[in-house]
Every structure is written in structure tokens, then in C-alpha cells.
């Protein structure tokens, strides 16, 4: 089935610890998004990329990295450098008028 | 910077009666998008608006675009327990590849 993969569900990360959080699609999607979620916040834009090799931040990038070496794989490592990672994190692609989202990776700092 | 407000943020309702989501956004935008996510889950999309005007129904959700107000909003008819949820409106400029959303409102739908 077509469909974006996000793993893992559940990830716990020690103080200092960088973490990397894994996006596959098969929908042939240029476009991907990581977004991140807080209690009352709604979605929050952290990196997208439109194209294969190339991405941008979006509004809260500080302490995140990603890369596109792949048009299936947007992988996104949470670094020690940012230093409230706890949330629920979605992965996104898009393509025309509408963005399609991963289940999810719930992201606890221990 | 594009912002999107929604309102009301909380809605408690009863089973059988109806209520509208607002959705109000600060820059021009072709785009509109509804979505529904249920606790602990990924989002599942509603509707998309693409012009002045348009409105989409589903079931007991009707939404609409005023592009000209930068109004949305998400009309529930005759609510239902299994309405509940909470619904995000999303605006995306064009060519930009980015949503931006809003908090969210967190539908209860009471027996």
C-alpha cells in the first residue's frame, strides 16, 4: 500500500542525546515536511525539502537536522542542542493541493 | 509572517445540535485545508478549498472559503459522538510548499 512510514512510534531520548527520527514514503511525493505538535500549540513547521538533496527551515529549526539523500527518506535527528524535544512529531509529504501525514513519532526526553 | 487563528478553541456540545469552527488567517492564500485528529493519532484531511466561494460537505461537515474576509469556517450539523476530535485549519501560500496551522479546536460531543 502507498502511504507515508514514520518509525519509531515511541522513542525515549537521555539528556544529550542526539536522536533521529525516520520518514519513508512511497507516493513518489517530491515534497516532504517534518512537523512538530504541543498540547495546545496545533502543528509547527521544523525543515521541508521540495526536491531531492535541497531543504529549508521552517519556523522552529534550531536543534534539529535533516537531510534528502533519498526521495523516499526525509530523516529528521533531534540534536542535545535542542532543549525541549519533547512532543509528538509528524512527517508529511505533499503533492498538488494535498499533504498526506505519517502516524507519528512520540518523542519523550527521560 | 502568515498567522491562523481559530475559535473556538474549546467546544463542548450536545449530541443533535450544530455549531460552526472559525478559522480566520492574515495573509492571502488560495489554500485552505481542514483536518480531523483523533487523541494520539495522525491527521486525517477533510477538506481542501482552492477558491472564493468553494464549499465542500461531507456527512455532517460543510466547509467554506471567503478568501476575500480570510474566513473559513467548518459547519457541523446535527453533531454526533463520533465527531469528536479536534479539527485544524491549515493556509498554504502558493508555491511555498509550507502549512501553517492553527491551534486546533478540541470538539466534545456530549450524549
Known amino acids: 500500500d502507498g502511504g507515508i512510514t514514520q518509525s519509531p512510534k515511541y522513542l525515549f531520548r537521555k539528556e544529550g542525546q542526539n536522536v533521529t527520527l525516520s520518514c519513508e514514503q512511497n507516493l513518489n511525493h517530491d515534497a516532504m515536511y517534518w512537523y512538530r505538535q504541543d498540547p495546545g500549540q496545533g502543528l509547527r513547521l521544523i525543515y521541508y525539502?521540495?526536491?531531492?538533496?535541497?531543504?529549508q527551515k521552517g519556523d522552529i529549526a534550531e536543534g534539529y537536522s535533516v537531510s534528502r539523500e533519498k526521495k523516499e527518506s526525509f530523516p529528521l535527528t533531534v540534536t542535545s542542542a535542542q532543549k525541549n524535544p519533547t512532543a509528538f512529531y509528524l512527517c508529511a509529504s505533499s503533492v498538488g493541493t494535498e499533504a498526506f501525514f505519517g502516524q507519528g513519532t512520540r518523542l519523550t526526553v527521560v | 509572517e502568515l498567522k491562523v487563528e481559530q475559535n473556538p478553541l474549546f467546544l463542548s456540545m450536545q449530541e443533535g445540535k450544530n455549531y460552526t469552527i472559525y478559522c480566520n488567517y492574515s495573509?492571502?492564500?488560495?489554500?485552505l485545508y481542514w483536518y480531523r485528529q483523533d487523541p494520539g493519532k495522525s491527521l486525517e484531511s477533510l477538506f481542501v478549498?482552492?477558491?472564493?466561494?468553494a464549499v465542500k460537505q461531507e456527512g455532517r461537515l460543510m466547509a467554506s472559503l471567503d478568501t476575500k474576509a480570510r474566513l473559513s469556517t467548518l459547519h457541523i450539523t446535527a453533531a454526533v459522538h463520533d465527531l469528536s476530535a479536534t479539527y485544524f485549519c491549515a493556509v498554504d501560500i502558493v508555491g511555498n510548499y509550507k502549512l501553517t496551522f492553527g491551534k486546533g479546536t478540541l470538539l466534545t460531543v456530549n450524549p
Open positions: 495573509t492571502t492564500s488560495d489554500r
Open positions: 525539502s521540495q526536491i531531492v538533496n535541497d531543504f
Open positions: 478549498l482552492l477558491s472564493n466561494g
